[in-house]
C-alpha cells in the first residue's frame, strides 16, 4: 500500500471545494430564481385559497341578505294585507259577523227575527204596565241591541271554543309534518277528524285549495271567519315559510307553545282580576238592592220615583250615570293578552 502525500490530498480537497464554489456561483441565479417562483406559486395558491374562502362567505352573506329582505318583504305584505282587513276583522258588517258566529241565517230573515223580538217584548212590557213613553224604547232595545247582542255572544263562544283546540290541531300537524306527510294532508287531516270549530275553518281551507287557491292564500283568509290573534299568526308563518323557507314542524311548535302561553297567561290575567270584577259586581248592585230593601221597608218613600214625572228623571239620570260607571269599570278590567 502506498500512502498518500498530504500535500497532494489537501490539494484534491481545495480544487474540490473551488470547482463547487465556482459552480455555485454560475447557478446561484437560478437556484435564487427558482426559489422566488416557488415563494410565488404558494403565495397565489394562498391567494386563490383566500378568495375561495371570501367569496364562500360573501356568497353566505348575500344568501342570508336576500332571505331576510324576503322576509321583511312578506311582512310587510301581510302587514299591508292585516291593515286592509282590520275593520273587517275588528268592526264586521253584520254578514261577516253571523258567519263568524257560525250562524247560517240570511240578513233578510235575521233582520224578520229581529224585529219579531222587538215587537214580542214590546207587547210584553205593556202588558206588565210599563208607561207607554218607554215601550217605544223596549222595541228599539230588543229589535236591534237583544239579536245582535245574541250574535257577539255567539261569536265569542265560537272563538273562545277555536282557541281551546287550535293548538292540539297544529300539534298534529306538526307530528304529521314530521312523519313525512305534506302540509296537505296535515290540514286534511284536521278537517277530518278536529273538534269544531276547528274543523269547520279547516275545511275552509280545503275548500279554497279546491278551488285553485294556495295553502298560504287560504290560510291568510281564516281570520275572515275566525276574529282571533291566533288564527293571524297561524297565516303570518305559513306564509312566512312559504317564501322564505325553513323547518315547517319547528315553526308550527313554536307557535303552539305561544299559543299555550296566552293562553296561560289569559287565565292568569283573568285570576288576578277576579277580586276587581266582584267588587265591580257587588257595586254594580247595591242601587237595587237598596232599592228593593227600601220598597220592601217603606213602599211609600220610593214610590214617588215611579208615579211623578221628576221621579222619572231622577231614575233615567241615576240609570245613565251607572252604566257609564259600569262601561269605566269594565273597561279597566278587561287586560288584552
Known sequence: MFGIDPTVLAFVVL??????AVAYAFLFN????????GKRLQTIKTAETDRSVVKASRDRMAEAARRRKNVLDTLKDIDEKQKRNDTNVKKPPLKVQLRQAGMTVTIERFYMYSAAVGVVLALLAFMIGVPLVVVPGV??????????????FRRNRRVKKFLEEFPNALDVIVRAVKSGLPLNDGVRLIAN??????KTEFRRIVDAQQMGLSIPEAVMRMPETMPC?????????????SQAGGNLSEALGNLSRVLRDRKKMKARVQALSMEAKASAAIIGALPFIVAILTFITSPH????????????????????????????MRKMMNFEV
Request: hydrophobic share 55%; glycine share 14%.
Open 30 to 37: 437560478d437556484i435564487s430564481r427558482e426559489k422566488q417562483v
Open 139 to 152: 222595541l228599539v232595545a230588543a229589535g236591534l241591541g237583544l239579536p245582535r247582542w245574541f250574535v257577539s
Open 193 to 198: 277528524e278536529a273538534q269544531e270549530p276547528v
Open 229 to 241: 290573534a291566533e288564527a293571524g299568526f297561524f297565516g303570518i308563518v305559513i306564509q312566512i315559510q
Open 301 to 328: 218613600y220610593i214610590m214617588p220615583l215611579f208615579t211623578t214625572s221628576v221621579g222619572h228623571l231622577i231614575l233615567g239620570l241615576s240609570g245613565f250615570w251607572m252604566l257609564l260607571g259600569i262601561l269605566v
Open 15 to 20: 480544487a474540490g471545494f473551488s470547482a463547487g
